[in-house]
């Protein structure tokens, strides 16, 4: 196989392909997320043309090339220029490029700043989580495994709060429930819970079978990974399931996406089937609306942290999408909504940093470092049980 013509080719264009594939990944990442395999893999083979056309036109041109052979001063003269030309350009973009501090703990006050008569932000000398880093900054949850990935179906113990306590809660949903974790976890720990969480990428609590694009058909084990932890919920008959979700997902018919309007009718109708399904447990049923989608605020807050309103998103943008939850709630009487827009925006204004906390790690996901200052709030607003310990 190594002797065929097109492997043998293969090998003389693996230089310019090397120099090609790896910038091209990168790129499609921030455009579009993470890859899937047979994405990755199609990035690679598309980075076949332009390496082919560096091979032919460069590389193949002046190794071969009479005229720089004859002239081996002027070709060394040559190669150390471009060489230095490009060093020389990659240290004046390091040092172009704006360096974002991070903000230490003791400084990092976040949603409590926005509603102490404080307004919204303006200017920052360090943010936290720094806006390089915030992509990772997903809290204790996600990194012990307990945002199940899109191919497992099954959630780990994921036991946090007070361990041993009697009252159990649970955190129930998708990435945009996982979100919550942060806070409440301290409040569990405040009100002497035992916290579980079933959360996992890209599944919602709703009783439907989500389409996949990058699948073209259904995402089937995510009903079986549900269908689990609704089982795990009634073994543990916890005294409040926090449900969360993200609210633009497209729902499948037959292996065919449904249209905007009809996924969003038919997550409502999952949904409802899901909280009639909890009503045996006899948990209470909180819903947290979904949090702003303002887009990607963190190369925005870190070239203008002394302009940070322009990073700011308006209550048109930051909520263009429809309301699933708030639907449910109105559907199905014995859930309690909460709404943390009023938290999160003021005047007309989502802003990308709220007390020297970096609020979204991504384009419609909450830090976990921002997310941890809601705990006072949450804990405000969670139903108040019998059982607990006084606060």
Not at 122 to 144: E, F, I, L, Q, S
Not at 222 to 249: H, M, N, Q
Not at 256 to 265: C, R
Request: aromatic share 8%.
């Amino acid at each position: 196989m190594l002797s065929l013509s097109p492997t043998r080719y293969v090998g003389r264009i693996s230089y310019s392909l090397y120099l090609w594939h790896w910038p091209l990944l990168v790129f499609a990442g921030l455009l579009w997320g993470a890859l899937s395999p047979w994405a990755g893999f199609l990035v690679v083979l598309a980075s076949v043309l332009p390496a082919i056309a560096c091979y032919e036109l460069v590389e193949r041109r002046f190794r071969s090339s009479r005229l720089w052979s004859a002239r081996p001063r002027q070709s060394y003269l040559l190669g150390g220029g471009c060489t230095a030309v490009a060093a020389f350009a990659g240290i004046g973009v390091l040092a172009l490029t704006p360096t974002t501090h991070t903000a230490a703990l003791e400084h990092v006050t976040g949603h409590p700043k926005l509603h102490q008569g404080h307004g919204i932000q303006h200017t920052a000398h360090a943010v936290r989580p720094n806006p390089a880093d915030a992509g990772d900054d997903r809290g204790k949850m996600y990194a012990d495994g307990c945002l199940v990935p899109k191919p497992k179906d099954r959630s780990p113990k994921c036991v946090y709060g007070d361990t041993s306590s009697s009252t159990t809660v649970v955190l129930f949903g998708d990435s945009h429930a996982m979100q919550w974790f942060p806070a409440l976890d301290r409040v569990a720990k405040q009100r002497g819970w035992r916290l579980v969480g079933l959360t996992k990428s890209g599944c919602p609590a709703s009783d439907v079978t989500v389409y996949l694009p990058h699948l073209h058909g259904p995402y089937d084990v995510c009903d079986t990974w549900r269908a689990r932890a609704l089982d795990r919920i009634k073994e543990i008959s916890p005294a409040i399931v926090v449900i969360g979700g993200f609210a633009t997902y497209q729902t499948d018919d037959d292996g065919q996406p449904q249209s905007a309007d009809a996924s969003h009718q038919r997550l409502v109708r999952g949904y409802v089937d899901t909280l009639e399904e909890l009503k045996g447990t006899g948990a209470r049923v909180v819903l947290m609306r979904d949090t702003p989608h303002p887009g990607d605020v963190r190369q925005c807050v870190a070239n203008h942290l002394q302009h940070l309103t322009s990073c700011a998103a308006t209550n048109d943008k930051a909520f263009g999408y429809v309301p699933i939850l708030p639907k449910v709630a109105r559907q199905f009487s014995g859930a309690t909504l909460l709404d943390s827009s009023s938290e999160l925006c003021r005047d007309d204004t989502c802003p990308a940093v709220i007390g020297n906390a970096l609020v979204y790690r991504n384009g419609d996901h909450l830090t976990a470092t921002f997310a941890r200052t809601m705990a006072p709030w949450l804990n405000d607003h969670l139903p108040r049980l019998a059982s607990a310990p006084s606060t």
